[in-house]
């Protein structure tokens, strides 16, 4: 079956512990991206990556580092979470081309206390 | 800076009758449009999409419509279904390949029995 796999799918931490979402894909995309969906503000991209070593950042990339170095695979690392980073995250992936639609993981709830 | 605009945040319609989610964008660079409905606890899912050389794209009971001139897409759903009942988001990006893609702050849509 072909999906995207995030994981955790929920989390609660503290200020200052650096966590990690992985997200996975095992349709041979090229294309990974992760949004943050927060209410009222839509789903805004963090990071996205074309391919294998190649990540670009998008409208919120503060406080977040990717890495792309396999294909299927594309963490979201936030090095020192803050509260303001509490949200819900989706990764998704696609062929690169225009008019290929994205494919969404189920999201991940993270908490910053 | 808003690029992609959904300006109603909720939208309520009566089974059977047609829904019109409306989405304007900035961006004179975009080129390619795409509608994502989202229900609670799961990722987005991709409804329909449009490139900027078309104005009208159909999919049985979806459609969607795009203005240049005005900047400006529709989604038309005909006839609602109850089971449509979820957040639409509208999404575009620049080019032949996908790399930045802006989405609106979404509508949530209630058809009613």
């Known amino acids: 079956e072909a999906q995207v796999t995030q994981n955790p799918r929920y989390l609660i931490t503290v200020t200052g512990k650096k966590l990690t979402v992985t997200c996975s894909q095992n349709?041979?995309?090229?294309?990974m991206s992760w949004y943050r969906q927060d209410p009222g503000l839509g789903l805004r991209q963090i990071y996205y990556?074309?391919?294998?070593?190649?990540?670009d950042k998008g409208d919120v990339p503060e406080g977040y580092k990717v890495s792309r170095k396999e294909k299927r695979n594309f963490p979201l690392i936030l090095e020192s979470p803050s509260p303001n980073q509490t949200s819900l995250y989706f990764c998704?992936?696609?062929?690169?081309?225009?008019?290929?639609?994205?494919?969404f993981g189920d999201g991940t709830r993270l908490s910053i206390l | 800076d808003q690029q992609v605009k959904q300006n109603s945040p909720s939208l309520s319609v009566q089974e059977g009758r047609i829904s019109i989610l409306n989405c304007d964008y900035t961006n004179s660079m975009f080129d390619y449009f795409l509608w994502y409905k989202k229900y609670p606890a799961e990722g987005p899912t991709f409804l329909i999409s449009?490139?900027?050389?078309?104005d009208k794209n159909e999919d049985g009971r979806f459609t969607v419509f795009l203005n240049k001139s005005a900047k400006h897409l529709s989604l038309h759903i005909v006839p609602s279904q109850p089971g449509d009942s979820a957040v639409y988001f509208c999404a575009a990006h620049a080019g032949s390949t996908l790399g930045r893609l802006y989405f609106g702050r979404g509508t949530q849509l209630t058809v009613w029995p």
């Open positions: 449009i490139s900027s050389i078309k």
């Open positions: 349709m041979n995309h090229e294309y």
């Open positions: 990556s074309m391919n294998v070593e190649v990540t």
């Open positions: 998704a992936s696609s062929r690169q081309n225009s008019n290929q639609p994205q494919h």
